[in-house]
């Protein structure tokens, strides 16, 4: 049994949102108990102590949308690449680097990205693949890292007939091979979906044969109106507008999650709604690649579940969370803007969205919850309780303030340290890899 306790507790139940010096006691992977430090400390006096030293207790971070293929692109500078638009971004930088991940630069791409979602306090991840260098096996080889880093991940391959069709080919069936492969793992930290990458680039064809061989417990993972390209596109070779596209091969429903939705009308908003499906929006993305403000208020004010993702831009949710706060306050030029709606996307949202997935209860401290705890080395100026909480995360609180890690119950990290593996000899393979990748890309 563990403790962690002398802290803060936040708890995001509404039962008892908050414990001014308050404890959690896990269980195995599960929480068993919350409660006032000395109270849980009494009961449990053989539990291992972790002291939170007057920070803040609260459920792990969820990222609803992340890329591991791009933890080589950092510092890389690509030959020729000079982008005149959102395509240019993704044909001469995301594609140019997926197209060259080997197997291996795919699991130390992995590895580091998960190293920094623990340091982030991120311990449930919804990642989007490609490595089209290496397709078969990229989505065991991810959970593999998965398993040594002690994340819950929810996978799938990005399929695409960019590389050609037996590549598309290949990708549907390595989704295909790891959704059965995740469905019959039985730990509650795996999960799959048929990833797609995004309309324009997908034929009916291999719509076709996305559909036929999706394993019906799952739904899909795809970008969305990301930039305007993709909706003329869909308009010019469909003669419809993309969620329409979407809604007529099958893709829409509760269990298929769609990024972005930028450029996006009411009625396709009505049909992501009619369906119960869900959104995940990428602020820092979106803004860096220049291609638009979603409507993304709009979308949690029609009920829409709607979360908040990194889309690898950062693994730091408490960024998202900062930006996305800005962003649609500046973007609608309206100062009240997105106070309640963003902290709901974080907090509420990403765990309705993740137990679509898992079965434990996620982005809660209460019993039986998953043991989904991180610690913040926080020293608040002002008073803080559960009514105030979101704002000293939004104007206090960074991923840097994560002292302390755990997830199922396990200690990823504790003090800073990573507990899991060896920091310092993956990341040196890191850099012996990206310099290889990068290498295999300028020549
Ligand atoms: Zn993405």
Known sequence: MLIIGNGKLVTRDTQKPFFENGAVVIDGTKIAAVGVSADIKK??????????????????????????YSAMARGLSIKGYDPKGFLDILDGQWWTIDRHLTLEQTKYSALDTLIQSIRNGVTTVFDHHASFGHITDSLFTIADAAKETGIRACLCYEVSDRDGMDKAKESVMENANFIRYALKDDSDMLAGMMGMH??????????????ANKPEEVGYHIHVAEGIEDLHHCLQHYGKRIVD?????????EKTLLGHCIYINPHEMDLIKDTNTMVVHNPESNMGNACGCPPTMELVHRGILTGLGTDGYTHDMTESFKVANVLHKHHLCDANA?????????????????????????????EGAAGDVIVMDYNPPTYLDENNINGHILFGMTGHDVTTTVANGKVLMQDREI?????????????????KLWKSING
């Open 245 to 253: 596209r979407l809604y007529d091969w099958n893709i829409l429903g």
């Open 338 to 366: 997105a106070w309640g709606e963003v902290p709901k996307m974080l907090f509420e949202n990403n765990a309705v969205i993740a137990n679509r997935y898992f079965k434990t209860p996620l982005g809660v401290l209460k």
């Open 198 to 211: 995004a309309q324009f680039t997908i034929s009916d064809e291999t719509m076709e044969l996305a559909a």
């Open 419 to 435: 507990k899991v593996v060896d920091v310092e000899k993956v990341m040196a393979e890191c850099r012996v890899e990206s310099a």
């Open 43 to 68: 009961a449990y006096p053989q539990a291992e102590f972790i002291d939170a030293k007057g920070g803040v207790i609260m459920p792990a971070f969820i990222n609803t949308h992340e890329h591991i």
